[in-house]
């Protein structure tokens, strides 16, 4: 029997996001053998997915982790860009504390891994349109602390950075393509007698003895980035 129009007007909006279509139809099957459900779609990558929510006024967003074009969390982002305040809800084979404490920092309102039971799926779709939280709070500490590191990270990386002139920071990444004294000096269109005093103040500033140890500590330190050719 086919829903009117009212009824479904009423009911719960769901929007699946999942990239394996037998998992996809299997989800469906279970949300629409609920009365007070509608699937309003069923897309496959985090880009269809924030365009759907919008245009289907999705009220939960039921997506795996793993998307074909970028990452869970990237998408509940534009999610919400494009959907305003649109309940996210984790479905995904992996189980790992990270992708947990990535779901909490996405806002997500549970996370349920591919064991979870069809009960388990409808009644977290269902608490989560009611704002309901279902991940473990044990582990928002644990991500509020991990936030904390990053920040603390970030602001150690600024004071280091604050410490050189933009002048030594093109030496120090000069140095870290292996560019001589002479090569260096060219490149910067400075004298060779200016591009070793820049030299020697990095190997002072970075407290080490050798232009390979200065690369190595600013890499550490995160003022340079070595790429693998």
């Excluded at 190997?203 to 200065?214: F, G, M, P, R, T």
Aim: net charge negative; with cysteine; charged share 25%.
């Amino acid at each position: 029997m086919e829903r009117s129009n009212d009824a479904e007007e009423a009911s719960l909006r769901v929007l699946i996001v999942q990239d394996h279509p037998m998992l996809a139809s299997a989800i469906e099957r279970i949300l629409e053998s609920e009365a007070d459900f509608t699937v309003c779609g069923i897309v496959r990558t985090g880009a269809d997915a924030a365009v759907a929510a919008a245009r289907e006024h999705a009220a939960v967003v039921l997506m795996d982790f793993h998307l074909p074009d970028m990452t869970g969390p990237a998408a509940a982002e534009l999610i919400r860009e494009a959907a305003g305040q649109v309940a996210i809800v984790f479905h995904s084979a992996d189980d790992s504390e990270a992708a947990l404490l990535d779901a909490i920092d996405a806002g997500a309102t549970a996370y349920l891994t591919k064991s979870a039971t069809p009960d388990q799926i409808v009644e977290a779709v269902i608490r989560a349109s009611r704002g309901d939280v279902l991940i473990p709070v044990s582990l928002f500490a644990k991500a509020v602390a991990r936030q904390r590191m990053a920040v603390a990270k970030q602001q150690d990386h600024d004071r280091r950075v604050a410490q050189f002139t933009a002048r030594e920071l093109d030496v120090l990444n000069l140095l870290a393509q292996g560019l001589d004294t002479d090569a260096m000096s060219q490149r910067l269109g400075i004298a060779i007698h200016t591009t070793e005093w820049h030299v020697r103040h990095l190997i002072e500033k970075l407290d080490v003895h050798s232009k390979l140890q200065a690369v190595i500590a600013a890499a550490r330190f995160g003022l340079i980035d070595l790429q693998e050719e």
